[in-house]
């Protein structure tokens, strides 16, 4: 039996795998972090918050894996990508939420990567000082043409993890405007979700 740990930053990013299998949570030192049985095989899934520091902090003790998988949503670069679709490769690590069409264009120019994410680095750097394979499975959720409904990277704690309080504030405040660009990506979330689940169901690792 393999035993896979997949990252991402958030619970929800792995809500489709988890209505496909059984879980069991695990004692971590993560905001998130499960067990299932799956495909012959053990899937480890652990989620703490955006960022590298946060993926530092949720595997810093070692576990024996045989591979590890950044996963989660991802902003795409490339303007021929849409909501759902998997990107595998080809992505650019950030250390902020890119906002605006304009920013991911910007991204796309000086870097050639077909999306962004905010882990895909830190689990990579794990996985080699682990001395075991990496890859990176991400699910569209927002598309390159697209800004996003606030500026998140002002609504972040001194953990860099988002404040869904400080969020939804905010958007009050833009009642006709933020609000349903937020209940949009919060779709288009859930859409994303559902194609990570269907990928690892029909594929495997």
């Given at each position: 039996?393999?035993?896979?740990?997949?990252?991402?930053?958030?619970?929800?990013?792995?809500?489709?795998?988890?209505?496909?299998?059984?879980?069991?949570?695990?004692?971590?030192?993560a905001?998130?972090?499960?067990?299932?049985?799956?495909?012959?095989?053990?899937?480890?899934?652990?989620?703490?918050?955006?960022?590298?520091?946060?993926?530092?902090?949720?595997?810093?003790?070692?576990?024996?894996?045989?591979?590890?998988?950044?996963?989660?949503?991802?902003?795409?670069?490339?303007?021929?990508?849409?909501?759902?679709?998997?990107?595998?490769?080809?992505?650019?690590?950030?250390?902020?939420?890119?906002?605006?069409?304009?920013?991911?264009?910007?991204?796309r120019?000086?870097?050639?990567?077909?999306?962004?994410?905010?882990?895909?680095?830190?689990?990579?750097?794990?996985?080699?000082?682990?001395?075991?394979?990496?890859?990176?499975?991400?699910?569209?959720?927002?598309?390159?043409?697209?800004?996003?409904?606030?500026?998140?990277?002002?609504?972040?704690?001194?953990?860099?993890?988002?404040?869904r309080?400080?969020?939804?504030?905010?958007?009050?405040?833009?009642?006709?405007?933020?609000?349903?660009?937020?209940?949009?990506?919060?779709?288009?979330?859930?859409?994303?979700?559902?194609?990570?689940?269907?990928?690892?169901?029909?594929?495997?690792?």
């Open positions: 039996m393999n035993t896979w740990l997949l990252v991402a930053s958030e619970r929800r990013e792995f809500d489709g795998v988890m209505k496909r299998a059984g879980y069991k949570k695990l004692e971590w030192r905001e998130f972090a499960v067990e299932s049985q799956f495909r012959g095989d053990r899937w480890l899934m652990v989620a703490n918050g955006p960022g590298r520091e946060a993926v530092e902090q949720a595997l810093e003790n070692r576990v024996e894996v045989s591979g590890m998988v950044s996963t989660g949503f991802c902003g795409a670069l490339d303007p021929a990508l849409r909501i759902g679709d998997i990107v595998e490769g080809s992505l650019f690590c950030a250390d902020r939420v890119a906002v605006t069409s304009a920013e991911k264009a910007g991204l120019a000086k870097t050639g990567a077909a999306a962004v994410d905010m882990e895909s680095a830190g689990v990579a750097q794990k996985a080699h000082e682990w001395q075991v394979p990496f890859r990176s499975v991400r699910a569209v959720s927002d598309v390159a043409s697209e800004d996003m409904p606030l500026d998140f990277n002002l609504y972040r704690d001194a953990r860099g993890r988002f404040s309080t400080r969020i939804a504030l905010a958007a009050f405040q833009k009642p006709f405007t933020a609000i349903p660009a937020l209940m949009r990506l919060d779709r288009n979330c859930k859409i994303a979700a559902e194609s990570l689940g269907e990928f690892f169901v029909t594929r495997g690792l």
